[in-house]
């Protein structure tokens, strides 16, 4: 017998389907808080991309890429890092602030990241998880979703190997969102929304015109490309900035 109590949606996934169509069709999904049912859709007037030839790789962070402090993965442990980013952070009173990334989000990611559409990039000292970002790829675009650090320099470095990465799959538009003054000091620009989707237009072309390789492969090309890959990023990012 039905107790005509609504359907629970806190974990209900959000069709894999339906997120990339939104993602192609330059919309993503927020929440309320870490507990909302409901998602928002949302489509900012203003966009941020990272052009990958403009990413500003500071001296201080070009050091510490080529130190090799760090190791970095991708999708070594997406479920950890999307942990990460959803934990509340203080605002600017410095109180605990709300999560975007609802449980629901988390689930949705979760199974996008499984069909091998959503990807993580890790950064590790030792065995410790100290940084990272997550978000979706398709075709020739990343849409990046949220990043962290527990250390000095941690998300910078994961946003570095991700635009080298990028660069090495051949792939064309980072996508960022939101324009933060963190963002806008590594390079990022801001765009009409019309305009970002002109260029998602351009990245998602056949792949006849313009081959391109899956990210986890091309992070596999990085990492095994040398003894010394931050070295090499450091001074691939530097020179074409």
């Known amino acids: 017998m039905s ?4 359907p629970d949606k806190s974990h209900a996934v959000i069709a894999p389907d339906l997120l990339l169509l ?11 808080s870490r507990d909302d049912p409901e998602i928002m859709w949302i489509e900012p007037r203003e966009r941020a991309i990272i052009p990958l030839g403009g990413l500003q790789v500071s001296r201080s962070l070009a050091k510490e890429l080529k130190r090799g402090r760090f190791t970095v993965t991708c999708n070594r442990a997406f479920g950890q890092v999307m942990a990460e980013c959803a934990a509340p952070r203080p605002d600017e009173d410095g109180e605990e602030g709300e999560s975007w990334i609802s449980d629901r989000i988390v689930a949705s990611y979760t199974l996008l990241h499984r069909l091998g559409h959503a990807h993580s990039v890790e950064v590790w000292d030792g065995e410790r998880l100290v940084g990272g970002l997550y978000g979706v790829a398709f075709q020739r ?32 538009l980072l996508d960022c969102q939101f324009m933060t003054a963190h963002l806008a000091s590594m390079g990022a620009l801001a765009m009409p929304q019309s305009a970002y989707l002109e260029k998602v237009e351009q990245a998602c072309r056949p792949a006849d015109f313009a081959p391109y390789v899956p990210l986890p492969e091309a992070f596999e090309a990085l990492a095994a490309a040398s003894s010394s890959p931050g070295k090499v990023i450091a001074q691939s990012l530097i020179h074409t900035s």
């Open 22 to 32: 939104a993602y192609r069709s330059g919309i993503f999904p927020m929440a309320e």
């Open 141 to 172: 675009v990343f849409c990046g979703e949220s990043m962290f650090s527990r250390v000095s320099n941690a998300s910078k470095i994961a946003l570095c190997w991700l635009v080298a990465a990028m660069k090495e799959a051949r792939m064309e």
């Open 3 to 6: 107790t005509g109590a609504p």
